[in-house]
């Protein structure tokens, strides 16, 4: 998606509660995505939790919208598991094909480290892994586009 688009998308979903039961976890992952990517707060904490208790499959988009508004019944390690529980010895044959698991958990495992509240001393050696981290991540802009526009929404509920 464009920037305008993905804008678009957040301004339009602000009526998620209006939106069919079935249809919700899915609007709701994009877009929760795209106020990652605009940097834009998430407004629809209702229908997050509304269609977190409406369905039973796992959505990472969903899980981590709700980790960072601090839902208490999220837990990081419920989030890990679901996502560790999807790979299979089918999957995980090459990186390419877990190439998603690898990146949710590489997007958890930051936002986890940046959810702790590190100490203004331990700022420096923090921010050093988190750019080799990215640096992990090679040539993908498209994921490292994904990880920074985390990264900011997880700095920004630090300020």
């Known amino acids: 998606m464009r920037s305008g688009e993905v804008i678009r998308l957040a301004e339009q979903i602000q009526g998620v509660n209006n939106i069919d039961k079935l249809w919700r976890p899915s609007v709701l992952s994009f877009a929760i995505e795209s106020t990652w990517t605009s940097g834009m707060e998430i407004t629809f904490k209702n229908g997050i939790e509304a269609t977190a208790t409406n369905t039973s499959s796992f959505n990472f988009n969903i899980a981590l919208g709700k980790l960072l508004n601090g839902d208490d019944d999220t837990d990081v390690e419920e989030v890990r598991?679901?996502?560790?529980?999807?790979?299979?010895k089918a999957n995980t044959s090459?990186?390419?094909?877990?190439h998603s698991q690898l990146l949710q958990l590489h997007i958890l495992h930051e936002a986890?480290?940046?959810?702790?509240?590190?100490?203004?001393?331990?700022?420096?050696?923090?921010?050093?892994?988190?750019?080799?981290?990215?640096e992990i991540l090679g040539s993908s802009v498209s994921d490292k586009q994904l990880v920074l526009c985390i990264r900011r929404?997880?700095?920004?509920?630090?300020m």
């Open 153 to 158: 929404k997880l700095m920004s509920n630090l």
């Open 112 to 134: 986890e480290k940046l959810m702790t509240s590190p100490q203004p001393a331990d700022m420096v050696s923090l921010f050093d892994m988190l750019d080799k981290r990215l």
């Open 81 to 88: 598991a679901a996502i560790t529980g999807s790979l299979t």
């Open 94 to 98: 090459s990186l390419s094909a877990c």
